[in-house]
Structures are given as structure tokens and as C-alpha cells.
């Protein structure tokens, strides 16, 4: 196993084998998290309901040596420093490779034993999930040119994309990021309609768009912005709900419609993978 702190002070390496200067012995706080659950009694009714129930923040320590040689005082303090600010940790283990935002973080030296003493490094995570080095991204709408210099006619000058696939391969509902690009500078109102049918949820707004104007769409966030006009929450239908749009666990299907004077649009899905733990 291999753990990586980092933020912009630097980067922390510790290892679970030995060789290095920050060798792991033990850790704590990678398995998946107890919830807090409210439960409710009533009377004459056996056992309990659950009212509420969440995921609380998350602790992660680490035991482990480090070598006292000519190198140790400034490795401490190396150490010292990165974990002074918060950072992201990264977990490498086998095929496995996750991370999570920690918030506030601590190093203590113990004792000494010939040629190593030991330490102790707490993390605490207030966000207590773990999640994919890298982003997923899904086309879900696009237009693409098929003419070539070298097209016969009669021929298909392009092909359509209106639908896409997603794969939450994680353990919790995914709330993405959801951006609209207009590729084209002819004027008019677009409905654009993102619905996913697998919870039956959609997304529905109204804008006249420039071209290369990009719409931000941030569900976990509930925001809506333009990269021209800025907040346009407003486009938002009435009927539609930012809370209510993610993709669970498994297979979605996310089906655009577009109507207006013009619809060489693109639309992409952007997310990551959570997990509860990283063992």
C-alpha cells in the first residue's frame, strides 16, 4: 500500500513496506464508516423506525517509523508543514486507486528505537467518501460533421448523439456536473431538456445561447451558470429540481431533447465514482 498527502505546500509519500524513510504499520479509517441513524418507538408498535440516518465525518490514522538518520530532523519538519494545510489524500493499493479531501491533519513522534522512532499521523475528512483519481466525462448530446474532402454524394453529412450511458460503478449516488456548449452563432431560444430515465428525474431550462457560451450545470451545488451572463438559476423550469437529479448506483440512461432554431449543441455529463471505502 502507498499513501500520498499533497496540497500546495507539498507532498507527503508513505509506504507499507519498509525501505523508506515513512514506513506504515498500522492504519485505521479506510473501511467503510458507521452511520448516525434517529430512530423513532411508537406505542404498541415493536422495535424502531428509522427517521434519519447520515454518514459522519471520517478519521484516518496512521502508525508507522520513521529512520533517524542525518535526514530525519528536516523530514520531519518537511512533514510538518504539508500537514499544517489541508489536502487531498490519495490511496494506492494493488488496482486500487482513490482519494479523499482531508480538512485538518496532525503528526506526533513517539518513541525512539535504535534506528527509527515512531509516529503517528491523524487525518479527519468531513466529507467521509472516497472517490476516483480522475473525472469521468460522457458526451450525452453532440453533432458530429461526417463531410469529408473525399465524401461521394449522395451521402450522410453528419451523425447525432442525444443519448448517453452512465455507469455509476461506485457505492452512493452521483451528482454531476452537467455543461452545455453552443457551437454556432445563429441566434434563437433552446429548451434543453436532460432527462434520466432510469430515475425518471430531468433537468429543463430555457436560454437564448451566444456561440461558445457554456452553461454550467452543478447539481451537488445547485447552481446554474453562463460563462457570459453569469447565475441564470432563473432559466431553470419550475418544474425541475437540481436536488432531485443524480445517478444512482449502476446503469442510467440519460436522454437529451433539444428544440429550438438551432441545436448544434453539446452536452456533457462530468463526474466521479464515490465509494464508502478503500480497502
Known amino acids: 500500500m502507498e ?4 496540497n500546495g505546500i507539498g507532498t ?16 485505521e479509517g479506510l473501511e467503510p464508516c458507521e452511520k448516525n441513524r434517529s430512530l423513532k418507538t411508537y406505542v404498541g408498535e415493536d422495535g424502531s423506525f428509522e427517521d434519519s440516518s447520515q454518514y459522519t465525518s471520517r478519521v484516518i490514522t496512521i502508525s508507522g517509523d520513521i529512520k533517524t538518520d542525518d535526514n530525519f530532523m528536516q523530514l520531519f519538519k ?3 508543514r504539508v500537514l499544517s494545510k489541508e489536502g487531498t489524500l490519495t490511496v494506492k493499493r494493488n488496482e486500487i486507486l482513490r482519494q479523499i479531501t482531508v480538512n485538518s491533519a496532525s503528526i506526533t513522534i513517539g518513541k525512539r528505537y535504535n534506528a527509527y522512532y515512531t509516529f503517528v499521523i491523524q487525518l479527519t475528512c ?14 450525452i448530446f453532440n453533432l458530429t460533421k461526417l463531410l469529408t474532402s473525399s465524401s461521394v454524394f449522395p451521402s450522410v453529412l453528419s451523425k447525432r448523439t442525444s443519448s448517453g450511458t452512465i455507469n455509476n460503478s461506485g457505492d452512493l449516488k452521483i451528482y454531476p456536473i452537467i455543461t452545455i456548449k453552443k457551437n454556432t452563432d445563429i441566434s434563437g431560444t433552446n429548451k434543453i431538456v436532460i432527462k434520466n430515465q432510469t430515475t425518471g428525474k430531468e433537468v429543463s431550462l430555457e436560454k437564448d445561447l451566444a456561440k461558445d457560451e457554456i452553461i454550467t450545470i452543478d447539481t451537488k451545488n445547485r447552481t446554474i451558470t453562463s460563462s457570459i451572463d453569469g447565475n441564470i438559476l432563473s432559466t431553470l423550469s419550475f418544474y425541475s429540481s437540481l436536488s432531485e437529479f443524480w445517478f444512482e448506483c449502476g446503469i442510467n440512461e440519460i436522454l437529451v431533447s433539444i428544440n429550438g432554431l438551432y441545436s448544434d449543441i453539446t452536452v456533457t455529463a462530468q463526474y466521479y465514482n464515490e465509494y464508502l471505502e478503500a480497502l
Not at 499513501?3 to 499533497?6: C, D, K, N, Q
Not at 507527503?12 to 492504519?27: A, P
Not at 468531513?126 to 458526451?139: A, G, K, L, M, W
Open 3 to 6: 499513501l500520498e498527502y499533497s
Open 12 to 27: 507527503l509519500k508513505l509506504y507499507g513496506s519498509g525501505g523508506h524513510y515513512f514506513t506504515i504499520c498500522e492504519i
Open 78 to 80: 518537511n512533514a510538518s
Open 126 to 139: 468531513d466529507y467521509p467518501h472516497f472517490r476516483d483519481i480522475n473525472t469521468t466525462f460522457i458526451p
